[in-house]
């Protein structure tokens, strides 16, 4: 994928770019930039399995992509001391796929299932005995002389990520013993995780760079690490060493066509849609995706938290509606008799 999005998609995108994320990511709950409060749950849970000797609760991580869930996961093994499996809801999508994965797991690994809400039904269903009992039945033959043979797995911790914990089902929801919400990064601890990569990646940056790449980045650690490579790149191309001065970074970054919010070009289309397309709201959801070409899914779970978080859209019962804000980003006048929040 050539396009526009690539610098400032929330998403990670090929292996290569894996490769670098793995570098970049914290190993230990100590260097895990922010999410105090998650990560005060999470060592209380850690260190309680094991002062008992036994795997961790299971724990779900909910939130927007590029917030650290996958690197949790990494450390919540590293942390146990324990092997870690990485699988994905759309890898599972027969119960058969879940049962060879769990058969294979080793006492007390951990099990990370990213975008769990994407695994089939019918593997949903075999989870839930799993994780409560460490046991799966297995189907054999079909019809009226099918029987199910029970099978006891070895306990493990299962890790779920997902960015949309609205679609799980309860049962399984319940069946985690904690959850973690990911909240977007504030400015200031994005700068921290731009220091600390900035010194992995052997770049100089002052305090006033690193302010100016924090506030562009979508309270995303996976958005900053990325302009920070950019400006890097920038910096060693132009100016040939490896100290990025203010005027790297914003050129480096005009380059890219990041706006000085840090929106990309979904969240502009998105708001360039509902502001000039649909008055200002509004509007449903699947019309608002229509309109940019884009999944349902995508908008909800990508784009529209943020532009609800920074206060550029509100959802109501009616649909989305933007907010004078949203008309004052895209230089529009608000038209008297608008919507606004509050009346809605
Ligand atoms: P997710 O699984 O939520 O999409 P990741 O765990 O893959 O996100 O994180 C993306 C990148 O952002 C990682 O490579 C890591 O370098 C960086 N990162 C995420 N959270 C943090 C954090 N709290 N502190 C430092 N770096 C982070």
Redesign the pocket.
Known sequence: MADDRDVTS???LDDSELAI??A???GSLA?????QKVRGQLQLLLDAARIQQRPADHIL?A??????????AMIVAHESERPLRMSSGPAIQHAGDLAALLSSLTPGEVLFI?EIHRMARSAEEMLYLAMEDFRIDIMVGKGAGATSIPLDLAPFTLVG?TTRSGLLPNPLRDRFGFTAH?EY?EPE?LE??IA??ADKLGVRLGEAQRAEIARRSRG???I??RLLRRVRDWALVKSGGGEAALADVRAALELYDVDEIGLDRLDRAVLDALVRRFRGGPVGLSTLAVAVGEESDTVESVVEPYLVRIGYMGRTPRGRVATPEAYAHLGIAHPDGALHLDDL
């Open positions: 929330p998403d990670a994320e793995g970049l990511r914290p260097e895990f930039v922010g999410q991580l939130g927007p992509p590029g917030l650290g869930k996958t690197t949790l990213d990520a990911l990064y601890e921290r995780v600390r990569s995303t650690p996976r900053a690490n």
